[in-house]
Protein backbone atom coordinates (compact mmCIF):
# COMPACT_ATOMS: atom_id res chain seq x y z
CA UNK A 1 0.00 0.00 0.00
CA UNK A 2 1.26 3.57 -0.42
CA UNK A 3 0.12 6.92 1.80
CA UNK A 4 -0.48 9.85 0.08
CA UNK A 5 -2.41 12.55 2.27
CA UNK A 6 -2.82 10.21 5.20
CA UNK A 7 -4.86 7.78 2.52
CA UNK A 8 -3.77 4.36 1.36
CA UNK A 9 -3.81 3.16 -2.13
CA UNK A 10 -2.88 0.07 -3.56
CA UNK A 11 0.65 1.48 -5.20
CA UNK A 12 1.03 0.50 -9.06
CA UNK A 13 -2.64 2.03 -10.04
CA UNK A 14 -0.37 4.32 -11.96
CA UNK A 15 2.66 5.42 -13.99
CA UNK A 16 5.33 8.07 -13.19
CA UNK A 17 7.28 8.52 -15.79
CA UNK A 18 10.98 10.12 -15.74
CA UNK A 19 11.72 10.55 -19.53
CA UNK A 20 11.45 9.37 -22.51
CA UNK A 21 14.23 7.43 -24.74
CA UNK A 22 14.46 5.03 -28.30
CA UNK A 23 14.40 1.10 -28.54
CA UNK A 24 14.74 -0.65 -31.55
CA UNK A 25 10.94 -2.22 -33.39
CA UNK A 26 12.29 -4.57 -35.66
CA UNK A 27 9.85 -7.70 -34.91
CA UNK A 28 12.80 -10.31 -36.15
CA UNK A 29 14.60 -9.15 -33.14
CA UNK A 30 12.06 -10.09 -30.60
CA UNK A 31 14.58 -11.69 -28.01
CA UNK A 32 16.86 -9.47 -28.24
CA UNK A 33 14.31 -6.41 -27.94
CA UNK A 34 13.09 -8.68 -24.73
CA UNK A 35 16.38 -8.90 -23.71
CA UNK A 36 16.74 -4.61 -24.42
CA UNK A 37 14.00 -4.36 -22.03
CA UNK A 38 14.60 -5.82 -19.07
CA UNK A 39 18.32 -4.31 -19.45
CA UNK A 40 16.02 -0.74 -18.57
CA UNK A 41 14.73 -2.69 -15.55
CA UNK A 42 17.23 -0.19 -13.08
CA UNK A 43 16.49 -1.03 -9.62
CA UNK A 44 14.51 0.54 -6.92
CA UNK A 45 16.27 4.17 -7.98
CA UNK A 46 13.05 6.29 -8.03
CA UNK A 47 11.20 8.28 -6.43
CA UNK A 48 10.81 7.02 -2.63
CA UNK A 49 12.79 3.85 -3.98
CA UNK A 50 10.54 3.36 -6.86
CA UNK A 51 11.68 0.55 -8.84
CA UNK A 52 12.55 1.98 -12.07
CA UNK A 53 11.83 -0.12 -15.66
CA UNK A 54 10.89 0.47 -19.55
CA UNK A 55 7.24 0.96 -21.01
CA UNK A 56 7.94 0.01 -24.75
CA UNK A 57 5.88 1.65 -27.72
CA UNK A 58 7.62 1.02 -30.95
CA UNK A 59 10.96 1.91 -30.68
CA UNK A 60 9.86 4.52 -28.04
CA UNK A 61 10.66 3.45 -24.07
CA UNK A 62 8.76 5.55 -21.63
CA UNK A 63 11.42 4.86 -18.09
CA UNK A 64 8.51 4.83 -15.54
CA UNK A 65 7.73 3.31 -11.49
CA UNK A 66 4.61 2.00 -10.33
CA UNK A 67 3.22 4.41 -8.00
CA UNK A 68 -0.42 5.38 -6.80
CA UNK A 69 -2.44 7.87 -9.17
CA UNK A 70 -1.88 11.06 -7.00
CA UNK A 71 1.08 13.75 -7.30
CA UNK A 72 3.53 13.51 -4.96
CA UNK A 73 3.12 16.35 -2.25
CA UNK A 74 4.50 17.72 0.94
CA UNK A 75 4.61 20.30 2.84
CA UNK A 76 8.53 19.37 3.70
CA UNK A 77 10.51 21.29 1.62
CA UNK A 78 13.59 18.94 2.07
CA UNK A 79 11.10 16.32 1.48
CA UNK A 80 10.48 17.79 -2.40
CA UNK A 81 13.93 18.01 -2.67
CA UNK A 82 14.85 14.61 -1.92
CA UNK A 83 11.84 13.67 -4.63
CA UNK A 84 13.29 15.90 -7.56
CA UNK A 85 16.74 14.64 -6.88
CA UNK A 86 15.71 10.98 -7.19
CA UNK A 87 14.05 12.06 -10.20
CA UNK A 88 17.11 14.04 -11.78
CA UNK A 89 19.35 10.58 -10.79
CA UNK A 90 16.81 8.76 -12.91
CA UNK A 91 17.75 10.81 -15.94
CA UNK A 92 20.92 10.95 -15.69
CA UNK A 93 21.42 7.27 -14.81
CA UNK A 94 19.52 7.07 -17.98
CA UNK A 95 21.35 9.15 -20.39
CA UNK A 96 24.45 8.26 -18.73
CA UNK A 97 23.71 4.76 -19.91
CA UNK A 98 21.73 4.67 -22.80
CA UNK A 99 22.40 8.00 -24.86
CA UNK A 100 19.77 9.96 -26.16
CA UNK A 101 17.07 11.08 -23.68
CA UNK A 102 13.88 13.21 -23.58
CA UNK A 103 13.52 14.22 -19.44
CA UNK A 104 10.30 14.78 -18.37
CA UNK A 105 9.16 17.24 -15.77
CA UNK A 106 9.06 15.96 -11.96
CA UNK A 107 5.33 14.91 -11.20
CA UNK A 108 4.43 13.32 -14.55
CA UNK A 109 2.04 11.04 -14.13
CA UNK A 110 -0.44 8.53 -16.20
CA UNK A 111 -3.31 6.58 -14.68
CA UNK A 112 -5.79 4.56 -15.22
CA UNK A 113 -9.87 5.34 -16.09
CA UNK A 114 -12.43 3.63 -16.64
CA UNK A 115 -11.80 2.61 -19.93
CA UNK A 116 -7.96 1.50 -19.69
CA UNK A 117 -5.42 0.49 -17.28
CA UNK A 118 -2.56 3.08 -16.55
CA UNK A 119 -0.03 1.54 -19.09
CA UNK A 120 -2.50 1.17 -21.66
CA UNK A 121 -2.86 5.17 -20.89
CA UNK A 122 0.54 5.43 -21.35
CA UNK A 123 0.71 3.54 -24.48
CA UNK A 124 -2.03 5.49 -26.26
CA UNK A 125 -0.12 8.40 -25.12
CA UNK A 126 3.00 7.38 -26.76
CA UNK A 127 0.92 6.07 -30.07
CA UNK A 128 -0.58 9.93 -30.21
CA UNK A 129 2.25 11.97 -29.73
CA UNK A 130 5.07 9.61 -31.41
CA UNK A 131 5.64 11.78 -34.19
CA UNK A 132 6.70 14.49 -32.23
CA UNK A 133 8.51 12.53 -29.05
CA UNK A 134 10.29 11.13 -32.25
CA UNK A 135 11.22 14.90 -33.39
CA UNK A 136 12.26 16.12 -30.17
CA UNK A 137 14.63 13.52 -29.99
CA UNK A 138 16.12 13.91 -33.23
CA UNK A 139 16.87 17.39 -32.01
CA UNK A 140 18.79 16.89 -28.47
CA UNK A 141 20.63 13.78 -30.05
CA UNK A 142 24.57 13.49 -29.78
CA UNK A 143 23.69 16.67 -27.41
CA UNK A 144 24.08 17.83 -23.61
CA UNK A 145 22.64 20.85 -21.81
CA UNK A 146 25.32 23.18 -20.00
CA UNK A 147 24.53 25.98 -17.80
CA UNK A 148 26.56 29.48 -18.82
CA UNK A 149 26.84 32.01 -16.10
CA UNK A 150 28.84 35.00 -16.83
CA UNK A 151 29.40 38.09 -13.78
CA UNK A 152 30.83 40.91 -13.36
CA UNK A 153 32.39 43.48 -11.23
CA UNK A 154 30.97 46.73 -11.64
CA UNK A 155 33.28 49.04 -9.74
CA UNK A 156 36.08 47.46 -11.98
CA UNK A 157 34.41 48.25 -15.21
CA UNK A 158 33.35 51.77 -14.19
CA UNK A 159 36.78 52.57 -13.50
CA UNK A 160 37.91 51.65 -16.74
CA UNK A 161 35.00 53.43 -18.15
CA UNK A 162 35.88 56.65 -15.74
CA UNK A 163 39.37 56.61 -17.41
CA UNK A 164 38.53 55.57 -21.19
CA UNK A 165 35.63 58.56 -21.10
CA UNK A 166 36.79 62.26 -21.74
CA UNK A 167 34.02 63.64 -20.56
CA UNK A 168 34.00 61.98 -17.11
CA UNK A 169 37.62 62.51 -16.85
CA UNK A 170 37.18 66.14 -17.71
CA UNK A 171 34.37 66.70 -15.06
CA UNK A 172 35.95 64.34 -12.08
CA UNK A 173 39.14 66.51 -12.70
CA UNK A 174 36.71 69.69 -12.65
CA UNK A 175 35.14 68.77 -9.07
CA UNK A 176 38.65 68.44 -7.57
CA UNK A 177 38.49 72.40 -8.12
CA UNK A 178 35.43 73.34 -6.86
CA UNK A 179 34.02 74.20 -3.17
CA UNK A 180 32.54 71.50 -0.83
CA UNK A 181 28.96 72.44 -1.68
CA UNK A 182 29.44 72.14 -5.48
CA UNK A 183 31.66 69.69 -5.72
CA UNK A 184 28.63 67.27 -3.49
CA UNK A 185 26.37 68.37 -6.59
CA UNK A 186 29.02 67.60 -9.46
CA UNK A 187 29.80 64.17 -7.67
CA UNK A 188 26.22 63.07 -8.17
CA UNK A 189 26.12 64.48 -11.33
CA UNK A 190 29.48 61.92 -12.35
CA UNK A 191 27.88 58.94 -10.57
CA UNK A 192 24.33 59.31 -12.47
CA UNK A 193 26.73 59.68 -15.92
CA UNK A 194 28.56 56.92 -14.72
CA UNK A 195 25.68 55.03 -14.46
CA UNK A 196 24.18 55.30 -17.43
CA UNK A 197 27.24 54.46 -18.92
CA UNK A 198 27.69 51.48 -17.23
CA UNK A 199 24.09 50.33 -17.93
CA UNK A 200 25.49 51.00 -21.68
CA UNK A 201 28.33 48.56 -21.32
CA UNK A 202 26.33 45.55 -19.46
CA UNK A 203 23.89 46.06 -22.77
CA UNK A 204 26.86 45.85 -25.24
CA UNK A 205 28.60 43.01 -23.11
CA UNK A 206 25.51 40.72 -23.21
CA UNK A 207 25.15 41.35 -26.93
CA UNK A 208 28.86 40.77 -27.59
CA UNK A 209 28.54 37.34 -25.22
CA UNK A 210 24.95 35.96 -25.99
CA UNK A 211 26.01 36.46 -29.94
CA UNK A 212 29.89 34.72 -29.28
CA UNK A 213 28.50 31.81 -27.25
CA UNK A 214 25.10 31.56 -29.46
CA UNK A 215 28.01 30.43 -32.30
CA UNK A 216 29.03 27.18 -30.82
CA UNK A 217 25.23 25.88 -29.65
CA UNK A 218 22.48 24.24 -31.26
CA UNK A 219 19.69 26.09 -29.07
CA UNK A 220 20.24 28.24 -26.44
CA UNK A 221 17.74 30.12 -23.55
CA UNK A 222 18.00 33.32 -21.80
CA UNK A 223 17.65 32.56 -17.98
CA UNK A 224 17.05 34.80 -15.21
CA UNK A 225 19.83 36.09 -13.52
CA UNK A 226 20.53 35.27 -9.91
CA UNK A 227 22.25 37.37 -6.98
CA UNK A 228 25.40 36.54 -6.25
CA UNK A 229 27.59 37.70 -3.95
CA UNK A 230 30.89 40.87 -4.97
CA UNK A 231 29.88 40.15 -8.07
CA UNK A 232 26.91 40.78 -10.18
CA UNK A 233 25.51 38.11 -12.60
CA UNK A 234 25.17 39.69 -16.31
CA UNK A 235 23.95 36.67 -17.95
CA UNK A 236 22.86 33.05 -17.59
CA UNK A 237 22.09 30.59 -20.31
CA UNK A 238 21.44 27.17 -20.67
CA UNK A 239 22.89 26.14 -23.97
CA UNK A 240 22.24 22.87 -25.83
CA UNK A 241 25.84 22.01 -27.51
CA UNK A 242 26.40 18.85 -29.69
CA UNK A 243 29.56 16.73 -28.52
CA UNK A 244 31.62 17.82 -31.21
CA UNK A 245 30.92 21.63 -29.99
CA UNK A 246 31.88 21.13 -26.65
CA UNK A 247 35.77 22.12 -26.61
CA UNK A 248 35.03 24.78 -28.92
CA UNK A 249 32.05 26.51 -26.46
CA UNK A 250 35.04 25.74 -23.14
CA UNK A 251 37.54 27.54 -25.28
CA UNK A 252 34.71 30.43 -25.87
CA UNK A 253 33.92 30.79 -22.56
CA UNK A 254 38.08 31.11 -21.34
CA UNK A 255 38.31 33.71 -23.22
CA UNK A 256 35.58 35.41 -22.28
CA UNK A 257 36.62 34.61 -18.35
CA UNK A 258 40.27 36.41 -19.04
CA UNK A 259 38.83 39.55 -19.82
CA UNK A 260 39.39 41.94 -16.48
CA UNK A 261 36.64 42.08 -14.25
CA UNK A 262 34.56 38.97 -16.01
CA UNK A 263 34.18 35.43 -14.34
CA UNK A 264 32.19 32.68 -15.98
CA UNK A 265 30.71 29.47 -15.09
CA UNK A 266 30.46 26.64 -16.66
CA UNK A 267 28.68 23.64 -15.64
CA UNK A 268 27.75 20.17 -17.35
CA UNK A 269 26.87 18.26 -19.53
CA UNK A 270 23.37 17.56 -18.54
CA UNK A 271 20.70 15.83 -19.93
CA UNK A 272 18.55 18.07 -21.96
CA UNK A 273 15.95 19.40 -19.38
CA UNK A 274 15.57 23.28 -20.93
CA UNK A 275 14.86 21.63 -24.32
CA UNK A 276 12.80 19.20 -23.80
Not at 129 to 138: A, F, P, Q
Not at 166 to 183: D, F, Q, R, W, Y
Not at 201 to 211: C, M, N
Not at 222 to 244: F, G, P
Request: hydrophobic share 30%; aromatic share 8%.
Amino acid sequence: MHRFGGIEMEKGDARYIYCIIEGTEDRKQKTENRKANESINLGKIGVENGEVYAIPYKDLNAVVHNCAPEPYKSEDKEQVKSWITAHEKVVETVWEKFGNVLPLGFDTIVKGDKKHNADENLKNWLKEDYENLKKKLDKVKNKAEYGVQVSWDPKIIGEEIAKKDEELKNLKEKIASLSKGLAYMYRQKLEDMLKKEIEKEADRRFKDFYARINQHCDNIRIEKVKKIKAKQMLINLSCLVHKNKENELGEELEKINNIEGFDVRFTGPWPPYSFA
